[in-house]
């Protein structure tokens, strides 16, 4: 039976929640702040990580802790504010990425992941978005032999387990694929089924455009208030109220606060991150998305420029930009390839919801009928918008899920 559902959040995961609504024809409202994909999913790498198939752990092994530990590496950074808050949920995340728990958390991500092409495939044909989608796959770069081959080794195992497609370039494959690089890396791993996305928030907003075309309607919004009452939930958005059956919680790093304010709490914490795009330098070009494995970047050849993703900054949510990260990521990029100038006046500042056990929420709010969940995605929330829209449909539809959907319910926590 067809019912009004309001979904607040339009990000990725949002609105792939909000189209997969409407598709089955329930009557549906995206609610934010601001236009789709304009939030965290407007600033990640732009991969579908199909090879994604482990979470990141907390690092354990005493070499790295001491490596991260002066704050100055481009992969990892700290503040002491952000950790002191955070504190709990990121001792619960050191004790989930021990060896034996982390071991028991890899199948259940992976399930997850294996979803994210057959769920973005529709998508991306809905909104007529193909322009946008390279199929090619990345590129992991090495300038250690043994750092090389011990990730070959995973993507072996990966490959046995979750059938991911890889392939080892030498330096002359990577030379050939990629001239304007270094010619100090002695190799690559090049993922072969992953997509990427020349511009992630238009392909959010193609999305969106597709879920319009659904029969559903965007509202932008400050949302002021979300209550339950006798007829659903009450939601009121610019101080106008808005009554629904359901209401789907897909607000990223935001949905913690709302929970508290319903009387539920979740350990999330953030990781904070940062974009800048470039221009070429010589007339270099860059023709794949290029992974800095060592150091802890990421580059890729957007609609916008190349785009210098940052890795992890611990920090709260809504404290100012820290730029050192970015800075640090930007010279070491200059090693690698002939970036030209800044084309923009301020970088990208973004966070994304993390769980403790790496794992997303996606299911029903407990004591809470008609309250969804469909947040924590992490890392990954790009890459599983689309499967989270599928699965927690099937879920509001009383429908036997295609995967076990315990592993992410919320009372785990």
């Known amino acids: ?200 928030g238009a392909l959010v907003q193609a999305y969106a455009s597709a879920f319009e075309a659904e029969g559903g309607r965007v509202l932008r919004g400050e949302v002021n208030d979300v209550a339950q009452d006798a007829e659903g939930w009450r939601v009121e958005i610019d101080g106008q109220a808005w009554q629904a059956a359901d209401v789907v919680l897909a607000m990223g790093p935001w949905s913690r606060t709302w929970l508290e304010r319903l009387g539920l709490s979740v350990p999330m914490f953030v990781k904070r991150g940062y974009h800048m795009h470039y221009g070429s330098a010589d007339e270099a070009r860059l023709h794949h998305w290029v992974m800095d494995a060592e150091v802890g970047y990421l580059l890729a050849p957007m609609r916008a420029g190349i785009r210098l993703t940052t890795g992890a900054e611990l920090e709260r949510l809504e404290a100012p930009a820290h730029h050192q990260q970015l800075a640090a990521a930007e010279a070491r990029a200059r090693e690698l390839f002939p970036l030209g100038e800044r084309l923009e006046s301020t970088p990208w500042k973004g966070a994304r919801p993390c769980m403790p056990d790496m794992k997303p929420v996606i299911g029903p709010a407990p004591g809470r009928r008609g309250l969804w969940c469909a947040f924590g995605h992490g890392h990954q929330g790009f890459t599983l918008g689309p499967a989270t829209g599928r699965l927690l449909t099937q879920m509001m539809e009383g429908e036997t899920t295609e995967i076990d959907m315990a592993p992410y319910r919320f009372e785990r926590f």
């Open 1 to 200: 039976m067809a019912r009004e559902i309001i979904v607040l959040g339009a990000g990725m995961v949002g609105v792939s929640v909000a189209w997969h609504l409407a598709r089955r024809g329930h009557d549906v409202t995206l609610v934010d702040r601001r236009e789709p994909g304009r939030e965290t999913s407007f600033g990640n790498a732009g991969l579908i990580q199909r090879e994604a198939v482990r979470p990141y752990p907390f690092p354990r092994d005493l070499a790295t802790l001491v490596r991260v530990l002066p704050n100055r590496e481009v992969d990892i950074r700290y503040r002491p504010g952000g950790m002191l808050r955070a504190a709990g949920p990121l001792l619960q995340y050191w004790r989930n990425s021990a060896p034996s728990r982390y071991r028991r958390l890899v199948p259940e991500y992976a399930a997850l992941i294996r979803l994210c092409l057959d769920a973005h495939g529709p998508m991306i044909e809905a909104a007529g978005a193909e322009s946008l989608v390279r199929r090619d796959g990345w590129l992991e770069v090495y300038r250690d032999t043994e750092k090389l081959v011990a990730r070959l080794e995973d993507a072996e195992e990966n490959d046995a387990r979750f059938g991911v497609r890889y392939r080892r370039l030498e330096p002359e494959d990577l030379a050939a694929m990629e001239p304007s690089l270094s010619d100090d890396l002695v190799g690559a791993v090049h993922w072969q089924d992953s997509w990427s996305v020349a511009d992630p």
